[in-house]
T-cell receptor
Framework: DAGVTQSPTHLIKTRGQQVTLRCSPK?????VSWYQQALGQGPQFIFQ???????QRGNFPDRFSGHQFPNYSSELNVNALLLGDSALYLC????????????FGPGTRLTVL | QKEVEQDPGPLSVPEGAIVSLNCTYS??????FMWYRQYSRKGPELLMY????GNKEDGRFTAQVDKSSKYISLFIRDSQPSDSATYLC????????????FGSGTQLTVLP
């Protein structure tokens, strides 16, 4: 049973560029959440997707956007990258009936130069 | 003040010791409480999941929730070097809200 997968593993971008991160949820899961984890900090909630719609959003600017596809996979897009966007981006999946049991992928480490 | 406070450590213990990890929180709406383990450069791994107050045991791990004090704990018995990791507490309110609010994590090292 494959767990949550994310791609790419690492990414280096320069300020002002745009980036797209991808996530495939655990088998049987239909809900995907994205988190940002700065070094030495806990993950911070960005947004959550269910039934191809953004259901909930954390305190992140509109530069952060996402999408969920019919097969439940998801993308996170960040526009106009800032140095402060450098972080580990984590995707978590869950079943709609058990929304608080979220299983995380290995993350994508984004470095903005 | 952060909604969830967690002592960052680092915490070093000898192999076989009982480890106690704790978090406090300020949001009375939190009803679900989780503990995650995160190895270096990996994603968090769900260890324990509890609802409301009480204790839950799973092998060497015991999670405690005291909602009256807004205090949760994770105990690790017979700690092993493989338990060396960062431990994150997380919590969420009931209802349709599903975002997890995390503590900043406690770095644990179990010395052989």
């Amino acid at each position: 049973d494959a767990g949550v997968t994310q791609s790419p593993t690492h990414l280096i971008k320069t300020r002002g560029q745009q980036v797209t991160l991808r996530c495939s949820p655990k088998s049987g899961h239909d809900t995907v959440s994205w988190y940002q984890q700065a070094l030495g900090q806990g993950p911070q909630f960005i947004f959550q997707y269910y039934e191809e719609e953004e259901r909930q959003r954390g305190n992140f600017p509109d530069r952060f956007s996402g999408h969920q596809f019919p097969n439940y996979s998801s993308e996170l897009n960040v526009n106009a990258l800032l140095l402060g966007d450098s972080a580990l981006y984590l995707c978590a999946s869950s079943r709609s009936g058990r929304p608080n049991e979220q299983f995380f992928g290995p993350g994508t480490r984004l470095t903005v130069l | 003040q952060k909604e969830v406070e967690q002592d960052p450590g680092p915490l070093s213990v000898p192999e076989g010791a009982i480890v106690s990890l704790n978090c406090t929180y300020s949001n009375s709406a939190f009803q679900y409480f989780m503990w995650y383990r995160q190895y270096s450069r990996k994603g968090p791994e769900l260890l324990m999941y509890t609802y409301s107050s009480g204790n839950k045991e799973d092998g060497r791990f015991t999670a405690q929730v005291d909602k009256s004090s807004k205090y949760i704990s994770l105990f690790i018995r017979d700690s092993q070097p493989s338990d060396s990791a960062t431990y994150l507490c997380a919590m969420s309110p009931s209802g349709s809200a599903r975002q997890l609010t995390f503590g900043s994590g406690t770095q644990l090292t179990v010395l052989p």
